[in-house]
Nanobody, 123 residues
Framework: QVQLVESGGGLVQAGGSLRLSCTVS????????MAWYRQAPGKQREFVAR????????AYADSVKGRFTISRDNAKNTVYLQMNSLEEEDTAVYYC????????????????WGQGTQVTVSS
């Protein structure tokens, strides 16, 4: 059974930084593409960033491009999301996911989700 555990969230002032981690058990992260999603109150869950299994190709939502960086350490079965220049609009619960990337580069999420980690950005 795949388990994903997100951590690293917290309360930060606008302009600050946070680094989220997602540790996976029950699956070898090295085989799968990984992604981060987020869900703000009253909104649908949205894609934030994804990374290929080898960590050589990335994609980001336009709203976070240039501010967030996704990375992975397959030896630790862990994926990270470095978030810089945080804005109030980044406030959400952040989730990681294992999935697949199509030949076109589109990410298709898997069925397993962690409990998420809360990120709150204050003005």
């Amino acid at each position: 059974q795949v388990q994903l555990v997100e951590s690293g969230g917290g309360l930060v002032q606008a302009g600050g930084s946070l680094r989220l981690s997602c540790t996976v058990s029950g699956s070898s992260v090295a085989r799968n593409a990984m992604a981060w999603y987020r869900q703000a109150p009253g909104k649908q869950r949205e894609f934030v960033a994804r990374i290929t299994s080898a960590g050589t190709n990335y994609a980001y939502a336009d709203s976070v491009k240039g501010r967030f960086t996704i990375s992975r350490d397959n030896a630790k079965n862990t994926v990270y999301l470095q978030m810089n220049s945080l804005e109030e609009e980044d406030t959400a619960v952040y989730y990681c996911n294992e999935g697949v990337i199509s030949l076109r580069g589109d990410y298709y999420p898997g069925n397993d989700w962690g409990q998420g980690t809360q990120v709150t950005v204050s003005s």
